[in-house]
């Protein structure tokens, strides 16, 4: 018997290639709307783990901010506002609106990429309007897409959203949302989509997750995300599961 196990354990590293596969469900964790509360924004730079940022343009902190990122080794995303209703104003710098033709768009876009230094990719910053939109949701993807190395991860806050069908016919790299951790900033609510997020990411294989620099979010982080290893899951940066 102890003849056989051994000789299943060379066939499998023989058809691995020499070592064995790592089947560990993979979590990638984004905090977005850095930018404005600097304390929090630093709180949530200094989460264990590579932890990616997602920060806002043409915030008072967007700079120093995305900079303190980098320094700590974690990933940085270009936080995009769009707009969510068709009755709002705009309510951030830089943001993109329905009123906008490609000019305009173009140079917004370019101004806020500009703003954030570091940035590897974009996701929305509210956009429930904008991400319906197939008109500007080609206009993001073709400024992507001249930006050869950028992804998108869609923070899908509408389920009408096309941002992802237009990733792809434009050959944008690009996944959605999985799971929101604070759609509510309560401690019950975190804790609960915490769990939901372990769930999914042992039946998908990975998720990807957003957060908030909110205190229920932080608190829950820095108390859980050390635990993981232990219990089988694989903290990785977003690039990683944006990988072609």
């Known amino acids: 018997?102890?003849?056989?196990?051994?000789?299943?354990?060379?066939l499998l590293l023989f058809l691995s290639g020499?070592?064995?596969?790592?089947?560990?469900?993979?979590?990638?964790?984004?905090?977005?709307?850095?930018?404005?509360?600097?304390?929090a924004g630093q709180r949530a730079i200094r989460l264990p783990g590579p932890i990616?940022?997602?920060?806002?343009?043409?915030?008072?902190?967007?700079?120093?901010?995305?900079?303190e990122a980098h320094a700590?080794?974690?990933?940085?995303?270009?936080?995009?506002?769009?707009?969510?209703?068709?009755?709002?104003?705009?309510?951030?710098?830089?943001?993109?609106?329905?009123?906008?033709?490609?000019?305009e768009?173009?140079?917004?876009?370019?101004?806020?990429?500009?703003?954030?230094?570091?940035?590897?990719?974009?996701n929305n910053h509210r956009g429930s309007l904008l991400t319906r939109h197939p008109g500007h949701?080609?206009?993001l993807m073709e400024e992507l897409q001249a930006r050869d190395t950028l992804f998108f991860v869609d923070s899908y806050t509408t389920h009408e959203s096309v941002a992802m069908q237009f990733a792809h016919e434009l050959g944008v790299n690009a996944r959605k949302r999985d799971v929101f951790l604070?759609?509510?900033?309560?401690p019950e609510t975190v804790a609960r989509e915490f769990a939901r997020m372990k769930r999914l990411a042992t039946k998908r294989g990975s998720v990807i997750v957003i957060g908030h620099p909110h205190a229920a979010t932080l608190?829950?982080?820095?108390?859980?995300?050390?635990?993981?290893?232990?219990?089988?899951f694989e903290l990785v940066p977003i690039s990683e599961l944006l990988q072609r």
């Open 182 to 186: 604070d759609p509510d900033p309560g």
């Open 1 to 10: 018997m102890r003849l056989l196990k051994v000789s299943a354990c060379v």
């Open 52 to 67: 990616s940022f997602a920060v806002l343009p043409g915030a008072p902190g967007t700079r120093a901010l995305a900079l």
């Open 219 to 232: 608190e829950l982080l820095e108390r859980e995300l050390p635990k993981l290893a232990s219990e089988g």
């Open 72 to 103: 700590n080794g974690k990933e940085v995303l270009l936080h995009l506002p769009l707009q969510a209703r068709p009755d709002e104003m705009a309510q951030e710098p830089m943001g993109i609106s329905l009123h906008m033709n490609r000019s």
């Open 105 to 122: 768009f173009r140079d917004t876009f370019e101004q806020a990429f500009a703003s954030v230094p570091h940035a590897i990719g974009v």
């Open 18 to 39: 020499g070592s064995v596969a790592t089947t560990q469900p993979r979590i990638a964790i984004i905090i977005d709307d850095l930018g404005y509360r600097l304390a």
């Open 137 to 139: 949701m080609q206009w």
